[in-house]
């Protein structure tokens, strides 16, 4: 085969290889602006503003926390910011109601009460007492509930955002490798058209071992 014909073939595989690699970067790079411009704008529709300075540093248990204070008074807009107030400033607070206990461990709890309630006769004292512990249940519960669902919809956004980041990440890769095979493709047609028509590939190296079979008989 003449070299010239092995030199483009090759150029023309890795230019076809250049343009799939293009063509993944912009698909990549579309889902990763898709993904930056939806989680920032379902945030802003939420209207969250991180506390201030003072009010971060107020609290014990969110004093001193490194996003909180990098954000304070900053609206939400970005994956970063609701992961940082989410585990940051609404899990801590979480962890406060009923001992820390989620909204299922809760449900045991009122089930356990409301069965208490219901085992005493009419008019027992101790229904009272009952009761308000059950009414402070409902109430812990109901707020864990809101928290938890906020927390778990905010982490959302944050990994929807995480892929987006991926994406934009696997963009930049598929741009340089791209980029690389265009030019390796360039050199390759380059090489080709200066090559002779007439030129074999590994001609001299055939000619060099038939020079030596013949040295050896």
């Given at each position: 085969m003449?070299?010239?014909?092995?030199?483009?073939?090759?150029?023309?595989?890795?230019?076809l290889?250049a343009?799939?690699?293009?063509?993944?970067g912009?698909?990549?790079?579309?889902?990763?602006n898709?993904a930056?411009?939806?989680?920032?704008?379902?945030l802003s529709?939420?209207?969250i503003?991180?506390?201030?300075?003072?009010?971060?540093?107020?609290?014990?248990?969110?004093?001193?926390?490194?996003?909180?204070l990098?954000?304070?008074?900053?609206?939400?807009?970005?994956?970063?910011?609701?992961?940082?107030y989410?585990?940051?400033f609404?899990?801590?607070?979480l962890?406060?109601?009923?001992?820390?206990?989620?909204?299922?461990e809760?449900?045991?709890v009122?089930?356990?009460?409301?069965?208490q309630?219901?085992?005493?006769?009419?008019?027992?004292?101790?229904i009272?007492?009952?009761?308000d512990?059950?009414n402070?249940v409902?109430?812990?519960?109901d707020?864990?509930?809101?928290?938890?669902?906020?927390r778990?919809l905010?982490?959302?956004s944050?990994?929807?955002s995480e892929?987006?980041?991926?994406?934009?990440?696997?963009a930049?890769?598929?741009?340089?490798?791209s980029?690389l095979?265009?030019?390796l493709?360039a050199?390759?047609?380059w090489h080709?058209?200066r090559?002779?028509?007439?030129q074999a590939?590994?001609a001299?190296?055939?000619?060099?071992?038939?020079e030596?079979?013949g040295a050896n008989?």
């Open positions: 003449k070299r010239r014909t092995i030199d483009l073939v090759v150029s023309a595989g890795g230019l290889l343009v799939i690699l293009l063509v993944g912009l698909v990549f790079t579309s889902n990763a898709f930056k411009t939806y989680v920032r704008d379902q529709q939420q209207k503003t991180f506390p201030t300075v003072e009010a971060i540093n107020a609290n014990p248990e969110t004093a001193g926390t490194p996003c909180l990098a954000n304070a008074g900053q609206p939400m807009t970005t994956g970063k910011q609701a992961e940082c989410a585990n940051n609404i899990g801590v607070h962890k406060g109601i009923a001992d820390g206990k989620t909204y299922a809760l449900g045991d009122q089930t356990d009460l409301r069965n309630i219901a085992a005493l006769p009419a008019g027992d004292p101790r009272a007492g009952l009761q512990q059950l402070t409902n109430t812990e519960r707020t864990v509930f809101k928290g938890e669902t906020l778990g905010l982490l959302t944050y990994g929807f892929l987006g980041a991926k994406a934009a990440l696997g930049t890769v598929a741009y340089i490798g980029g095979l265009f030019l493709a050199l390759g047609f080709g058209w090559t002779p028509q007439t590939f590994a001299v190296e055939a000619a060099g071992r038939r030596r079979a008989a």
